[in-house]
């Protein structure tokens, strides 16, 4: 069993900074690729960011890229999205997710994922 813990969000003003933590712990957990989502109100959750277990490879959301990088710790078992530039439409409840077994190669959409956080509320003034 994965268990998945974001943290990190917050209230910033447009063109600052955050850096968002998920830990993970559970068997085998550096194993897994690993995907950030958001949420906003009233919309549909969307893919924003993955990563792959060796930490090597990322995908970003083609509106995303440039300005959100992904990273992880595995001797910590630590994925980082860190999030540069930020604007108000970037507000969202940000989820970190886990597909249902290690070694997957990682994907963007929801349904291929298995595990997921809470989730951390990110507000961006204007």
């Known amino acids: 069993q994965v268990q998945l813990v974001e943290s990190g969000g917050g209230l910033v003003q447009a063109g600052e900074s955050l850096r968002l933590s998920c830990a993970a712990s559970?068997?085998?957990?550096?194993?897994?690729?690993m995907g950030w989502f958001r949420q906003a109100p009233g919309k549909e959750r969307e893919f924003v960011a993955s990563i792959n277990w060796t930490g090597r490879n990322s995908y970003y959301s083609d509106s995303l890229k440039g300005r959100f990088t992904l990273s992880r710790d595995n001797s910590n078992n630590i994925v980082y999205l860190q999030m540069n530039g930020l604007k108000p439409e970037d507000t969202a409840v940000y989820f970190c997710?886990?597909?249902?077994?290690?070694?997957?190669?990682?994907?963007?959409?929801?349904?291929?994922?298995?595990?997921w956080g809470q989730g951390t509320q990110v507000t961006v003034s204007s």
């Open positions: 997710a886990a597909p249902p077994a290690p070694g997957l190669v990682p994907a963007h959409l929801v349904g291929e994922y298995y595990y």
């Open positions: 559970g068997p085998n957990v550096r194993n897994y690729g």
